[in-house]
């Protein structure tokens, strides 16, 4: 593995094994960088998990890092673009620094407080509740259509002329499709 600084304290990070998940740590910040599918190892493997678990325990009488109360995008320690912020399953309330191409940063004790989300039932949740946000908009995208209401978005409709019967029905068969699906 290549050297790779800390996005936050620009050192470098050492590499360490959690289980059998190879992992970048800084020893200044005690934040873990995580490449793509070692984090999806991560979240897929109950075994990993109880070792993330293992090892907070171990270091939960560390006191607190104090961070800056203002947000600030860091930058992959890999490509050095500035990284999205999310929360992770977007109900986590784990805000994490991601680059859709390399990885995810954890900062102390985030990583823990994923795999508790994930062991509590936290990606059920998630599912659930996206579920019911479907089924809302399809809700509401049906009634406003029993109204009359105007649709959200705009569709502009160009003319296309058919060469034959079969690709006129064809055409209107996807449309009668699509239209079911957004309506149902």
């Known amino acids: 593995m290549s050297v790779l600084k800390c996005p936050r304290c620009a050192i470098d990070m050492?590499?360490?094994m959690i289980g059998q998940a190879p992992v970048r740590e800084c020893d200044r910040c005690e934040g873990l960088?995580?490449?793509?599918?070692?984090?999806?190892?991560?979240?897929?493997?109950?075994?990993?998990?109880s070792v993330i678990l293992g090892e907070a325990v171990a270091t939960e009488h560390k006191p607190p890092i104090a961070y800056?109360?203002?947000v600030r995008?860091?930058?992959?320690?890999?490509c050095r673009e500035l990284m999205n912020r999310i929360n992770f399953a977007k109900c986590s309330d784990v805000i994490v620094d991601v680059c859709k191409g390399h990885g995810t940063w954890f900062d102390r004790d985030?990583?823990?407080?994923?795999?508790?989300?994930?062991?509590?039932?936290?990606?059920?949740?998630?599912r659930e509740q996206e579920r019911h946000e479907r089924e809302f908009?399809?809700?509401?995208?049906h009634g406003d259509l029993l109204r009359g209401a105007?649709?959200?978005?705009?569709?502009q409709f160009t003319s296309y002329s058919f060469t034959s019967d079969d690709e006129r029905l064809g055409g209107l068969s996807a449309t009668r499709d699509l239209l079911k699906f957004l309506i149902e």
């Open 33 to 49: 960088w995580l490449d793509a599918p070692v984090f999806k190892l991560i979240c897929a493997d109950r075994e990993q998990q």
């Open 73 to 78: 995008y860091i930058p992959c320690p890999h």
């Open 150 to 155: 105007p649709p959200k978005a705009t569709v």
């Open 137 to 141: 908009q399809q809700e509401k995208l």
């Open 110 to 126: 985030e990583l823990r407080r994923i795999v508790e989300f994930l062991r509590g039932g936290g990606m059920e949740l998630a």
């Open 68 to 70: 800056e109360e203002q």
């Open 14 to 16: 050492k590499s360490v």
